[in-house]
């Protein structure tokens, strides 16, 4: 018998569990679907199945991956949603409650799964190598049957990863190929990242082990077609320290923030340090090469809310705490080791995403949801033409907007070209809903609302995969 939750920002309101696995065929959808819009919308966020262990303050993070699958297809649309059969997922649920620490605490998880894999699968959901997989970046993935979302097991590429998998895999549309990172890559607390690609099949061809300077905590990275960037911020972790009953991760702005740059055709050897002024970041927009110059908007604070510094206060509002859409510069012709930074615009933004198709090439086209930053909820759509510098907003009131994902008219379609989807909470009904728009003039409104017959908790990133 499992127990009531406790009093928690994240376990209430549009964060709350929802409990449940639902199939339903065919939605109520106010306005028209669009003939064209054919394919699947896959969205992964944390549904935990029971309450944390006694004692414990939940942390959003530590809860069950729950997919949601919505289907598009002659003007209807589909839902049905399942938890990931983790490690975690099935042990828990046959011994009816929490058995594993928050965040994978070992201190408070019960003894009987002292030796067992921690995984929430609960963060993303990509689809390469015909083969759907849920990520967190704590350690690899879980392949899912795409149609039933039945879970099949741990993916570890036959053996040749033995460590985590980031969150934010980058999928070269041109050589069909995802580059991917491991952070912490040689244990807890380790200053290593690895560094993956596998090509179109989804076969790992290459695997490198980079030193970073210091163990810190990087949820993104940046790839081009030339190059794999990869940020290290002053969010740094410290064994020593959490050993001694000290501050585990700590926002130590002194020693500011580095950019390693390495050539996609290189190894670790070739790495090369770029340095700027202490920065924070949870995700990147699109990068891409300009000549000796990598280019790479991001949405980006100068200082973090995730954790104290090392006196154990909490930096401030007036030290930046603010994500904005910026745009880094590297040089890579060896002039400088400076990252140059514009900033493109002072509205509170997150979520950043882009036409898929453009990834690692230049874009013109970026969508992300902005507003209430406290507790990373957003009530505002944006759409940046970066080509034109203009900015476009939508946002109704009663509305909690997710994560923008992009899905092309068709295949052929120009950039932009296409609908923005969006999973958003109505305060007023309690209730979710799935809005459509017209990529290209998002301040019209939805073009249709498909309804949900509940609520799905709020959740983080998902992709489409066209029919």
């Not at 729950?66 to 490690?87: A, L, P």
């Not at 993104?220 to 320290?241: A, G, I, M």
């Not at 400088?336 to 933004?349: I, R, Y």
Request: proline fraction near 7%.
């Amino acid at each position: 018998m499992t127990h009531s939750f406790p009093d928690n920002p994240f376990l209430s309101g549009p964060t709350a569990p929802s409990g449940i696995e639902c199939d339903a065929p065919d939605l109520i959808v106010e306005g028209e679907l669009p003939a064209d819009l054919q394919g699947v919308y896959f969205r992964n966020g944390p549904d935990p199945l029971h309450p944390p262990r006694e004692g414990e303050e939940y942390h959003w993070f530590h809860g069950d991956g729950m997919i949601q699958r919505f289907e598009f297809s002659g003007g209807r649309v589909s839902w049905k949603n399942r938890w990931v059969r983790t490690e975690k997922y099935e042990l828990e649920r046959a011994a009816g409650k929490s058995l594993f620490g928050v965040l994978g605490n070992p201190m408070t998880a019960d003894p009987s799964v002292a030796e067992e894999h921690y995984n929430t699968a609960n963060t993303h959901v990509v689809w390469h190598g015909n083969r759907l997989m849920a990520l967190m970046e704590g350690t690899i993935a879980v392949e899912l049957e795409p149609e039933t979302l039945a879970t099949i097991g741990n993916f570890d590429y036959h053996g040749k990863i033995d460590g985590p998998i980031t969150a934010h895999p980058k999928l070269d549309h041109g050589t069909g190929e995802m580059v991917f990172f491991g952070n912490q890559a040689k244990g807890p607390f380790s200053e290593f990242l690895r560094m993956n690609v596998a090509d179109r099949e989804g076969n790992l061809i290459k695997s490198e082990m980079v030193e970073a300077p210091f163990p810190s905590f990087a949820h993104d990275f940046f790839v081009t077609e030339k190059y794999v960037v990869f940020p290290v911020y002053p969010l740094v972790f410290n064994l020593e320290r959490a050993m001694t009953g000290g501050i585990p991760m700590a926002w130590e702005p002194e020693r500011g923030a580095h950019l390693g740059v390495m050539p996609r055709n290189g190894t670790a050897a070739d790495v090369q340090w770029h340095s700027m002024d202490p920065r924070w970041s949870f995700h990147m927009v699109n990068a891409w090469d300009e000549e000796s110059v990598i280019k790479v908007d991001v949405c980006a604070s100068n200082a973090s809310r995730f954790a104290p510094k090392l006196d154990g206060s909490m930096a401030s509002a007036d030290e930046g705490l603010t994500p904005t859409l910026r745009r880094w510069t590297i040089d890579v012709s060896g002039s400088t080791n400076a990252v140059g930074e514009e900033m493109l615009d002072d509205l509170p933004c997150e979520f950043p995403r882009t036409d898929d198709r453009y990834m690692t090439r230049s874009h013109r086209h970026a969508y992300l949801v902005g507003g209430h930053d406290e507790q990373l909820m957003f009530n505002r759509l944006i759409h940046y033409d970066l080509k034109t510098g203009s900015r476009k907003l939508w946002g109704e009131d009663q509305y909690l907007l997710g994560e923008p994902i992009f899905a092309p008219r068709s295949d052929t379609a120009a950039e932009g070209d296409g609908y923005i989807l969006i999973l958003a909470y109505d305060q007023v009904t309690a209730l979710s809903q799935l809005l459509i728009f017209n990529a290209q003039d998002i301040e019209l409104g939805p073009l249709a609302r498909a309804k949900l017959p509940l609520r799905i908790p709020s959740g983080f990133h998902g992709t489409w995969v066209g029919a």
